[in-house]
């Protein structure tokens, strides 16, 4: 993270005007160059005004990711099992960052960012992240599963994001296979799981997650599904960003510890109690072709059953599969 960018945006943090001058003399620098500053938070996405004779402020103020907050909000055990949490003001894509880091066994990697100007989400799609906005969270860490459970690592994930969506008063959320998580019909998070490792090697996992925090209307506006937000179902909650960041990272460790030690089956069993699909009819689309049917929970392997007009169960791998409920 630029530390003079840094230094700014906590002074913005407030939602007070601050004089480029006051600014210019707290942070060393001269009144030309906290401009320069001010237009590169503006070039990020960033809504700073700035009015004669009053100077610069964020509206409504900000809530900063902060490195030493998050870690500290952390339980002990977490605390210890991650290296470092980094935080950035922008990156592409926290999951690409973290993809070609290595970590040792038993080390987990956190990185978080304020906005990602190329975040992606599943099968090639855009991931729209507005700054100091929502949370765009990637884990890294080797993982030991039985071989037939990988598939299912985005289900699992999405079952953690729901126990933390309970334990800050979110009873009604529910999971729609593979990667996603709604509320009241609507996307709050999603889930992006990417792997690397030799054959028969440990696996490294990169877990993506997006969740919604409180999203500006004019980013809503490119997102081509209906979304909803974590503020607007608890007010106030993105002034806790950084709590919630831990809470995530925790809940999701939880998750992996649990499941490394043999408790896939009963994580399956409470996703099938959070499945949004169950009984509906949706349409499923392949690479090449449009399935219809009668969504049926999943199997052990976490792959989506669909009862065909015939009566039959035919199981499909996330891969490059998307579902939705047929209209
Ligand atoms: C989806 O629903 O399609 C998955 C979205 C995953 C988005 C997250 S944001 C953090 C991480 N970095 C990315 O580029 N993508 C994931």
Redesign the pocket.
Known sequence: MESIQQNLLQRLADGRFHSGQELGEQMGLTRAAVWKYIRELRGLGLAVQSVRGRGYRVAGGLSLLDESAIHQALPENSRQRIGCVEVFTSLP????YLKDKPVRPGQVAVCLAET?T??????G?H?V?PFAANI???IKLQLSLEQNIYGSLSLLIGVAICRLLKEVGIQDASVKWP??VFVNNA?L????IEFNGEANGPVNAVI???LNVRMPPSAGEQIDQDWIDLDSLIPGVARHRNRVCARLVDTVLSVLEQSEQGGVAEILTEWRELDMLFDREVVLQLPNRQISGRAAGINAQGHLLIEQSEGQLVAFASGEVSVRVAS
């Open positions: 894509s926290t999951s690409s990602q190329q975040g992606r989400g599943r099968r799609r991931w992240s765009y969270a990637s990667n996603d996307k998070a999603g889930v992006l993506g997650m997006g």
